[in-house]
């Protein structure tokens, strides 16, 4: 019996294949059936564009069904699913390519000519286009093919994601993310939330996070139920559906603008059971006015790229603010010392985990793989906690330098890189400041040269034409020199104790 998680999926929906998977914008229902049909004829497609299982396909497009049943198509084929950001410029796009190398990609129809350069360098064999209203030639290619396309042989540990995860050194690694490891997050999920066929979730996450894309839509999936497709968040739009639904999750900015919201009321949210916030640390004074105007507890859990979700608060018990709950399913967390040697509850330290739904490793990066892992198997997640006396894990700190806006992680150390290389530049410092709708904004210190003296509004243009937006400085503060510490070490907490009031 194969072990590919497309199988586990068609064994695992309802009964009847025309009940309903998701509600589209425009109010267009889509059938478990009408998904996996298109996903059949999409995976001929790749196939006779010589994709070949076990290939990959890259994947820069807006959020739509067709866009899910692109991902559903590679699972079902053997193929490894490359999802990139829609914010990506085309010299970060170029870097994902010819690190991964993929026999297809598909991009927005308005993206064909700006990556014609990056398609050519990466050597990409084939390229389509897919747009938001399900036109391109993707679909056009697959228009007359059979739907129904054999589901490809998997073991639990061949590859079905190549997901890139930011990098301490600027460049994005691709974690390698297995059928099994699916299959055992999605699973676990589905208990731990008490998912069931009659569950409507609100889906308003974008599709090429493992937010929107793994643990939202697999819980639906899995547990054979239907949810309301919102191309994004629009807190107007959201209030106006979230009597039909059961589910919602979000990032906290999503809580933060719908508290925002004078018509944010227990009416609306009466036949909501369960509200979930991940990506980003949600603020414990945003979780008691969540409470305060709703009386629902907001579920905060902790997971991932390389592992999906490592723990939740319960769904049945004590929610308790400022923590990420207990250790999910088959999740083994500990906290450990420089040494990686488990400290006692209560005792800080860094977060460690081993389980089923632990990444297989970095894509071309055996030595950065053996160095995440230690000598009996855990991986360092890099981020720092402790776990109270009830088993309930907290986050307190955090890899360094890590940067989380609006739930998307952000290096800085690729920030500087742009801004060092940019005239009249003569070196940066990027952090996070505290923001009171994105949790952090990106905030950049840079010393000029006195000679020419950049200026903020230039800078900032600059970036955007280089970097993904949510990357880009919404601040640039121009100095004559950055504090540094008796080694020579930029004090970063110091500049964000200057900028961050």
């Known amino acids: 019996m194969t ?9 695992r929906r309802p009964g009847d294949p025309d009940a309903p998977l998701l509600e589209a914008d425009d109010g267009t229902i889509w059938s478990y059936r009408r998904i996996g049909e298109l996903a059949g004829r999409m995976a001929w497609a790749l196939a006779s564009a010589g ?3 076990g290939d990959r396909v890259a994947v820069q497009v807006e959020k739509s069904p067709e866009a899910l049943a692109l991902y559903l198509a590679c699972l079902r084929s053997g193929l490894i699913f490359v999802p990139l950001n829609t914010a990506y410029q085309p010299a970060e796009i170029e870097y994902f390519l010819t690190d991964a190398a993929p026999a297809v990609f598909v991009c927005r129809p308005a993206s064909v000519t700006a990556l014609r350069s990056a398609t050519q360098g990466a050597l990409v064999r084939s390229v389509f286009t897919l747009d938001a209203d399900g036109s391109g030639t993707l679909l056009e290619a697959a228009a007359d093919r059979d739907p129904h396309f054999p589901v490809a042989e998997a073991q639990p540990e061949d590859l079905a994601v190549l997901i890139y995860t930011s990098g301490t050194t600027g460049r994005s690694k691709g974690a390698m993310i297995t059928h099994g490891n699916l299959a055992a997050n999605g699973l676990a999920l589905v208990e731990a939330w008490g998912f069931t066929g009659t569950d409507v979730l609100l889906h308003a996450l974008p599709i090429f996070h493992i937010h929107g894309l793994f643990i939202a839509t697999h819980c639906v999936l899995l547990a054979g139920a239907r949810m309301l497709f919102h191309a994004r968040f629009e807190a107007q739009r959201v209030l106006r559906d979230l009597p039909r639904a059961t589910v919602l999750m979000g990032v906290p900015t999503f809580y933060t603008r719908l508290l925002a919201e004078r018509d944010f009321t227990t009416d609306v949210t009466a036949g909501v059971r369960l509200f979930v916030s991940g990506s980003a640390p949600l603020l414990l004074e945003t979780f008691t006015a969540f409470e305060g105007r709703t009386g629902q507890r907001i579920l905060e859990r902790y997971g991932m790229s390389e592992s999906g979700i490592i723990t939740t608060n319960p769904l049945d018990g004590e929610r308790r603010g400022g923590t990420v709950g207990k250790p999910l399913r088959d999740v083994q967390v500990r906290v450990a010392d420089a040494e990686d040697q488990p400290l006692a509850r209560g005792e800080v330290g860094g977060v460690q985990i081993r389980g089923p739904s632990v990444f297989k490793g970095y894509w071309n990066l055996p030595e950065k793989t053996r160095e995440e892992f230690t000598t009996d198997g855990w991986f360092r997640t890099g981020d720092v906690g402790c ?8 986050i307190v700190g955090r890899a360094k330098d890590l940067i989380i806006t609006g739930g998307y992680n952000v290096y800085p150390k690729e920030i500087e890189l742009e801004l060092d290389a940019m005239p009249g530049v003569v070196e940066s410092a990027v952090i996070g400041v505290p923001h009171p709708d994105f949790g952090e904004a990106v905030t950049a210190v840079v010393v000029a040269n006195p000679t020419a ?3 903020e509004a230039g800078l900032i243009a600059a970036l955007k034409a280089r970097l993904a937006g949510y990357k880009v ?6 100095v004559d020199d950055l504090p540094r510490n008796a080694m020579g070490k930029v004090q970063k907490n110091v500049l964000r104790e200057r900028y961050g009031r």
């Open 3 to 11: 072990a590919n998680f497309y199988a586990l999926l068609e064994a």
């Open 387 to 394: 776990f109270d006396a009830d088993g309930y894990l907290s």
């Open 473 to 478: 400085p919404k601040r640039v503060v121009v």
């Open 453 to 455: 003296r950049p200026d």
């Open 51 to 53: 994709a070949n299982r």
